[in-house]
C-alpha cells in the first residue's frame, strides 16, 4: 500500500483554477480508478497552501495513477508553484489503512511503471522499522 500527504501551494490568483482541477480529479480517479483508498483535498490554514490525501492498495496503483491521461491532461505547472509528497505510515490500533510498502516492481513491469517509479520513489524512513 501507499500513502501519501502532498503539499501544495499555488500561485496568487490561482486558487478557483486549482479548486477546479481538485474536484476533476477527485471525480476522475473515483470514477476510473478501483484501487484508490482515500483521495481527498483539503485547503490549510495558511494562504495559498493545499493538501492532498491519497492512498492505494499498492504502489502501482499510485503509480497509473500519476501516469493517468486525466492527471497527465491538467496543466498543474501554471497553478502549483510548489508541490512536496511525504510519504506516511499508519499508526497501528489509530488508523484503518494498511503500512506503507515498496516491494519491487516485478521484471515484466511496464516502462511507464518504471518511469513513474523514477519520478517518484517510495522513501521508507528507517526509524519506521520495527514499529507497527
Known amino acids: 500500500m501507499a500513502t501519501i500527504l502532498a503539499h501544495l501551494e499555488v500561485y496568487p490568483g490561482k486558487e478557483v483554477e486549482w479548486e477546479a482541477i481538485m474536484a476533476d ?55 502549483l508553484s510548489n508541490v512536496a509528497l511525504e510519504y506516511l505510515d499508519p499508526v497501528t490500533g489509530a488508523n484503518a489503512l494498511p503500512p506503507t510498502e515498496n516491494p519491487p516492481l516485478p521484471d515484466d513491469a511496464s516502462e511507464v511503471l518504471r518511469n513513474t517509479e523514477l519520478l517518484f520513489p517510495i522513501l521508507i524512513p528507517e526509524w519506521w522499522a520495527g514499529r507497527e
Open 25 to 79: 480529479m477527485v471525480r476522475q480517479t473515483l470514477e476510473r480508478e478501483e484501487k484508490v483508498l482515500r483521495y481527498e483535498y483539503f485547503k490549510g490554514q495558511k494562504p495559498l497552501h493545499y493538501y492532498c490525501l491519497l492512498s492505494f492498495e499498492d504502489k502501482w496503483a499510485f503509480y497509473l495513477h500519476q501516469a493517468s491521461d486525466y492527471h497527465e491532461g491538467h496543466d498543474f505547472e501554471s497553478v
